[in-house]
């Protein structure tokens, strides 16, 4: 088991998907975030209830690779610039990696 994860996030646009995932990287919060989906075609569709009801959308996920000494600051960047009421934020542990891939990571987040 390794002490990084990846957070899982999604964002109702394209463009505030990539002000988060470059917010996140500048910060030194994340060693790389991915985008993935959007559009109709290969994107992320979701389906939550919310408010009573079951509602679906288009949404881009953000792949959030850290270490959970940072995991606090993540989430309060996210909710402090995020668009939802109730963002996802959820972590994953990152239990085995390559050796020079979980390195790098260290070496972005200022851990080495």
Known sequence: MTEKIV???TCSSEAE?????RMLVEREL???VNVIGG???GGVRSFYRWQGKIESSVEWLLLIK??????AAVRAAI????????PEIIALPIVEGAPAYLSWMDENLGTH
């Open 7 to 9: 957070i899982l996030s």
């Open 66 to 71: 850290t270490n959970r000494e940072r995991f």
């Open 79 to 86: 909710e402090e610039a995020h668009s939802y009421e109730v």
């Open 17 to 21: 998907a990539q002000k988060l995932a």
């Open 39 to 41: 559009g109709v075609l």
């Open 30 to 32: 994340s060693a790389c």
